[in-house]
C-alpha cells in the first residue's frame, strides 16, 4: 500500500485544486483499487500523467478545468484505440515517476516539460495483466500549448476532455468486459473512456468535487471483446490547442 503525496504549492494555483489536494494528500491505493500486488512486491515501474489545465469558454465548451489524454493507436498490440493518460514504463535514465511522466508526455504528445507543474504523487497502483505497478503523476498545465500526437504508431489522437462533461450523468456509465469485470467509464467527445483511465478519472472527480450524481445502473457492454482486463476503476494526427 502507498499513500498520496503532495509537494509543496506554486505561486498563482487556481482555486480550483482545492480539495482536491487536501484530499490526494491523505489518499491511499485502496480508494482507486482493490488490486494488490503479490507479497507487495515486484512488477515493472511506470508512470502516468495526470494533466489538470483550464479552458477559456469557447463555442463547443464552458470552458473551466480539463483532462489531457490522448488515444492509442489502433495498429498497437495492447490496448489499441483505447484512451489513456501519457505515460508508460520508467527508463533506467528517469530519476523517478516525476521524471517519467513528463518525458512520456513530452515523447508522445509533445508537451513542453517547462509548462506543467507537478503537484502530487498518487498512490501505485498495480495492473496484473500487464504486470506494470504505475504512479499517477498530478499536475497543473500553468501555460497550455498545442499539443498532438508525436508517435503515429502509438498515438492516433489528442483531446482535452472538461472535467465538466466528464461529470455530465448523460455521459457517465458503467461496462462490462466480456469477462465479467465491470467498472466505471465515460462517453465523452467521441471516446469511450474505461478501464484503468476511467477509474483514476472517477475517484478524482470524487476528491475535488467535481462528480454530480448519475446512474450506475446503466451498464454498456464493452464493444472490444479483445481488450485486456482493466486493473482499476483512430485517425490522422491531429493538434489540440488551449
Known amino acids: 500500500m502507498t499513500r498520496g503525496h503532495v509537494l509543496p504549492r506554486p505561486d498563482g494555483l487556481p482555486?480550483?485544486?482545492?480539495?482536491?489536494l487536501t484530499r490526494v494528500g491523505?489518499?491511499?491505493?485502496?480508494?482507486?483499487?482493490?488490486?494488490?500486488?503479490?507479497?507487495?512486491?515486484?512488477?515493472?515501474?511506470?508512470?502516468?500523467?495526470?494533466?489538470?489545465?483550464?479552458?477559456?469558454?469557447?463555442?463547443?465548451?464552458?470552458?473551466?478545468?480539463?483532462?489531457?489524454v490522448?488515444?492509442?493507436?489502433?495498429?498497437?498490440?495492447?490496448?489499441?484505440?483505447?484512451?489513456?493518460?501519457?505515460?508508460?514504463?520508467?527508463?533506467?535514465?528517469?530519476?523517478?515517476?516525476?521524471?517519467?511522466?513528463l518525458r512520456e508526455a513530452e515523447e508522445e504528445v509533445g508537451l513542453d516539460r517547462s509548462s506543467a507543474e507537478v503537484?502530487?504523487?498518487?498512490?501505485?497502483?498495480?495492473?496484473?495483466?500487464?504486470?506494470?505497478?504505475?504512479?499517477?503523476?498530478?499536475?497543473?498545465?500553468?501555460?497550455?500549448?498545442?499539443v498532438h500526437p508525436r508517435q503515429a504508431t502509438e498515438v492516433a489522437h489528442v483531446a482535452r476532455l472538461p472535467v465538466s462533461e466528464l461529470a455530465d450523468p448523460a455521459n457517465r456509465i458503467r461496462v462490462r468486459h466480456p469477462s465479467g469485470w465491470i467498472g466505471?467509464?465515460?462517453?465523452?467527445?467521441?471516446?469511450?473512456?474505461?478501464?484503468?483511465?476511467?477509474?483514476?478519472?472517477?475517484?478524482?472527480?470524487?476528491m475535488a468535487g467535481w462528480s454530480r450524481p448519475w446512474e450506475p445502473a446503466r451498464i454498456v457492454e464493452l464493444p472490444d471483446a479483445a481488450a485486456p482486463v482493466p486493473a482499476a476503476r483512430g485517425g490522422a494526427p491531429d493538434e489540440v490547442v488551449p
Open 15 to 20: 482555486d480550483l485544486f482545492e480539495p482536491l
Open 26 to 68: 491523505q489518499c491511499r491505493t485502496e480508494d482507486f483499487t482493490s488490486l494488490r500486488r503479490p507479497n507487495g512486491t515486484g512488477g515493472r515501474a511506470s508512470a502516468v500523467l495526470v494533466l489538470i489545465g483550464e479552458s477559456e469558454p469557447a463555442a463547443d465548451t464552458p470552458g473551466g478545468p480539463d483532462l489531457l
Open 70 to 101: 490522448l488515444q492509442r493507436a489502433a495498429t498497437m498490440r495492447n490496448h489499441a484505440g483505447q484512451p489513456a493518460f501519457p505515460g508508460g514504463a520508467t527508463d533506467p535514465d528517469d530519476i523517478d515517476a516525476t521524471d517519467t511522466a
Open 119 to 146: 503537484l502530487a504523487l498518487l498512490p501505485e497502483l498495480w495492473i496484473p495483466v500487464s504486470g506494470f505497478v504505475v504512479r499517477p503523476v498530478l499536475a497543473w498545465w500553468r501555460a497550455p500549448h498545442p
Open 184 to 206: 466505471p467509464a465515460f462517453q465523452v467527445r467521441g471516446l469511450l473512456v474505461w478501464g484503468f483511465t476511467a477509474g483514476v478519472i472517477a475517484t478524482l472527480l470524487d
